[in-house]
């Protein structure tokens, strides 16, 4: 049994679902999460920028003596999961290779659909993850950069939300996918919605839950798991705007999300 944290990382807050889906499937499990609020976004940033600020994350990480570190970020997972890998002197989990294993098993055979910021979909990390599970699936890709401001805004249920879904999904309608993949960290906030524009018949893959279980899975491989009886704690860092990180976190993972503190990285 090991009682060190699992790190989590963002690139700022949409992160926070990735870790409210740890805290229920591992609720033994202790945490570290780490925004990086001074930098955001990274969608619009070059590949070797995510990669030099994904490494400086997870060096910090490292030094506060986490056993395993989930980049919870999208465009980190992209861009920079290997580069990550290869550095790390612990287990690192990206958020992709969960959701588009899921994603294929899900499908009846029908497209596959998947909606990101314009730096997730810009990689096409997620159709050649679908496309290593289901050989010869058909995945069509669609940016809805909108989504996070409405998420930080609150607006799941507003009508400017439900008008911005239905121009966003239609070519998705009209290709006729079966399954969505969520590719962004903060759209599992827009599920309801999202779930009425498309219908019932179309399967939501919510890539932070399929994580969640691909972290269990890797804690219990190499013996790395919390005991069954241990007390968990949750500590947040971030790198500029605690105010603001602690008024819209709560939003994603209510009163778990206490007091952050500010480290300055680079």
């Not at 030099?52 to 990480?61: G, M």
């Not at 827009?190 to 939501?204: A, D, I």
Request: glycine letters at 10%.
């Amino acid at each position: 049994m090991n009682a060190s944290p699992i790190g989590i990382f963002d690139s700022g807050i949409g992160g926070l679902t990735v870790a409210r889906a740890l805290y229920d499937r591992l609720p033994h499990e202790s945490t570290v999460y780490f925004g990086d609020t001074a930098r955001v976004p990274y969608g619009p940033k070059s590949p070797e920028t995510v990669r030099r600020y994904s490494i400086e994350i997870l060096d910090w990480l490292v030094g506060q003596g986490v056993k395993a570190v989930v980049v919870a970020c999208n465009t980190s997972t992209a861009h920079a999961l290997e580069a990550l890998q290869a550095h790390s002197s612990v287990p690192v989990i990206g958020v992709i290779e969960p959701g588009a294993r899921a994603a294929a098993a899900a499908s009846a055979g029908g497209a596959i659909g998947v909606i990101g910021t314009a730096g997730t979909i810009a990689s096409n990390a997620y159709a050649r993850a679908i496309q290593r599970a289901r050989p010869g699936a058909q995945v069509e890709q669609w940016a809805c950069p909108l989504f996070v401001p409405l998420v930080e805004e609150g607006w799941f249920e507003h009508a400017a939300a439900e008008l911005i879904a239905r121009e966003y999904l239609e070519p998705l309608r009209r290709a006729r996918i079966d399954t969505l993949v969520l590719g962004c960290t903060h759209y599992p906030l827009l599920k309801p919605l999202l779930q009425r524009v498309l219908g019932t018949e179309v399967r939501l893959i919510d890539s932070g839950e399929e994580t969640a279980g691909a972290v269990a899975r890797a804690l219990e491989a190499d013996s790395l798991s919390a005991s069954g009886g241990a007390a968990a704690t949750h500590r947040f860092a971030v790198s500029d705007d605690e105010a603001r990180f602690r008024q819209v976190g709560a939003r994603f993972i209510g009163d778990r999300l206490g007091r952050a503190e500010v480290v300055s990285l680079g």
